[in-house]
């Protein structure tokens, strides 16, 4: 079992044919953000969409999680549901640094990585990045996931109607997440790569990147870092872009 995880991760699988396709989420949000996109492969894919420490139904994890724990959770999650077979790993934001490091623990079984909602870290960090999140998940506890799923959105789309239900779909889970974990999580997301995390990526890579995503200006630099990975931009989507323009995002 992964350490520091109290527990196997819980997942969601659509499609009863094809190879694996493995989709890992972003903060705040759970494995039902890939509601359209599991709708869609499974056509063609067996899919399975897995909530991460301290999300929807999975388990919580204690002080001292990293992100290699995470990785080798889900791995545990797709050896029970699609032992063996190499897969597609498909991630947003959080789940974005969570697909590279599976790829670092088992090469062999990762055919491609699909990355949204990411970019290289400014290189003039220091501390934690992510002390602004931590901070107010200290302060105003899961109840914060509210405020920040509209965050992962674009300008546009966080007026719609769409936007407030989705909210509403991950807050009615917050009975569910669990706040310390949350903030372990970005406690291992802050910490120090390896060299060569990124540029010792051997399968094909492609990052999709919302042009209203603050994090799109530095997506091009960590496209750089990965040999042969491939970029494309979502006109007007935000970090989620996988929910706010699933038609492209797909056919991408």
């Given amino acids: 079992m992964a350490d520091h995880i109290l527990g196997p991760l819980y997942y969601e699988r659509m499609g009863r044919a094809g190879p694996p396709m493995v989709f890992v989420h972003p903060n705040p949000m759970d494995q039902s953000c890939w509601l359209y996109q599991m709708a869609h492969f499974s056509t063609w894919y067996r899919c399975m969409a897995i909530d991460i420490p301290g999300y929807g139904r999975s388990p919580k994890a204690t002080a001292g999680l990293t992100l290699a724990d995470i990785a080798q959770a889900c791995w545990e999650a797709v050896d029970e549901a699609l032992p063996g077979e190499p897969a597609i790993l498909v991630g947003c934001s959080v789940g974005s640094t969570v697909v590279p490091q599976m790829y670092h623990l088992r090469q062999a079984q990762v055919s491609a990585l699909v990355m949204c909602g990411t970019a290289l870290l400014p290189e003039n960090t220091t501390g934690n990045y992510f002390a602004g999140r931590i ?43 669990d706040q310390a974990t949350i903030v372990h999580q970005f406690e291992a997301l802050g910490a120090a790569r390896p060299e060569g995390f990124y540029s010792t990526i ?51």
């Fill in 202 to 252: 051997g399968c094909p890579s492609i990052i999709l990147t919302g042009s209203e995503d603050n994090a799109h200006p530095r997506s091009f630099a960590l496209k750089e870092q990965i040999p042969g990975c491939e970029l494309r931009v979502l006109p007007g989507a935000g970090h989620a872009c996988q929910l706010e323009q699933p038609w492209l995002f797909d056919r991408l």
């Fill in 135 to 177: 901070k107010s998940y200290q302060d105003e506890g899961v109840g914060f996931r509210w405020r920040y799923t509209f965050q992962d959105f674009s300008p546009a789309f966080r007026a719609t109607p769409l936007a407030h239900y989705f909210a509403q779909v991950f807050t009615e889970r917050n009975d569910r997440a």
